[in-house]
């Protein structure tokens, strides 16, 4: 069965601190992996998309890895901000279907 | 661009009444599809559409319809609204589905609904 599992259900850090989201995936057949950021009472926005053959992507102080044979993905935050307090989603479109895998993500909280 | 656009941000309804969530893009996309969101839960998939005249059945379609006359629109109906529809949607679109080209999918505001 095509499912996305993100740990852990909520993390809370103090800011200027990093950390890492995890997302375990058994999506088959696998093209690539989204990442998004959803805040409170809007909708989500995509921050990164890992392809298959990507390891490493960048997108500010976010960083995603992707291990496509452990089929683990994780999310880095360098540097938290207050305005990284959101959700943090984990998205894989599987091949063969039109349907979207979403994990039920990660919920950090930055406190000054 | 507007991007994708949700109408209304707020509903109430009462259990019974229908209504239309209105959904609409001005990027030409071609996916098009319509999640709830409730606490604790992933985003799940009411109806997808993938393109003008084509739409299917998601995860979670019961009590809700939906149709795609033009590229731009795709509104979603609540038949006869009932409490467990309480919830949360969002329309999301992108130029195609994103498993070979990785296409960005763009996500509305969201509306938030209530049936009492």
């Known amino acids: 069965k095509n499912q996305v599992e993100q740990s852990p259900q909520s993390l809370i850090i103090l800011e200027g601190k990093n950390c890492t989201l995890q997302?375990?995936?058994?999506?088959?057949?696998?093209?690539?992996l989204r990442w998004y950021k959803q805040d409170t009472g809007r909708g989500p926005v995509s921050l990164t998309i890992?392809?298959?053959?990507?390891n490493t992507k960048s997108n500010g102080r976010y960083t995603a890895t992707l291990d496509a044979d452990t089929k683990q993905s994780s999310l880095h935050i360098t540097a938290s901000q207050l305005s990284d307090s959101a959700s943090y989603i984990c998205?894989?479109?599987?091949?063969?279907?039109?349907?979207?895998?979403f994990g039920t993500g990660t919920r950090l909280k930055v406190l000054a | 661009n507007a991007g994708v656009t949700q109408t209304p941000k707020f509903q109430v309804l009462k259990t019974g009444q229908s209504m239309t969530l209105q959904c609409a893009q001005d990027?030409?996309?071609?996916?098009m599809s319509w999640y709830r969101q409730d606490p604790g839960m992933g985003l799940r998939l009411i109806h997808y559409s993938v393109g003008a005249g084509i739409t299917d059945q998601g995860e979670v379609p019961n009590g809700y319809n939906v149709s795609r006359s033009t590229t731009e629109d795709f509104p979603l109906r609540l038949l006869s609204a009932a409490p467990s529809q309480t919830s949360v949607y969002f329309c999301?679109?992108?130029?195609?589905?994103?498993?070979?080209?990785?296409?960005?999918?763009?996500f509305g505001p969201g509306t938030r609904l209530t049936v009492t």
């Open positions: 990027m030409n996309h071609e996916y």
């Open positions: 999301a679109s992108s130029y195609s589905f994103g498993n070979r080209n990785g296409y960005e999918q763009y």
């Open positions: 997302c375990n995936y058994t999506v088959s057949p696998f093209s690539n």
């Open positions: 998205v894989v479109p599987p091949g063969g279907t039109y349907k979207y895998i």
């Open positions: 890992m392809t298959f053959s990507e």
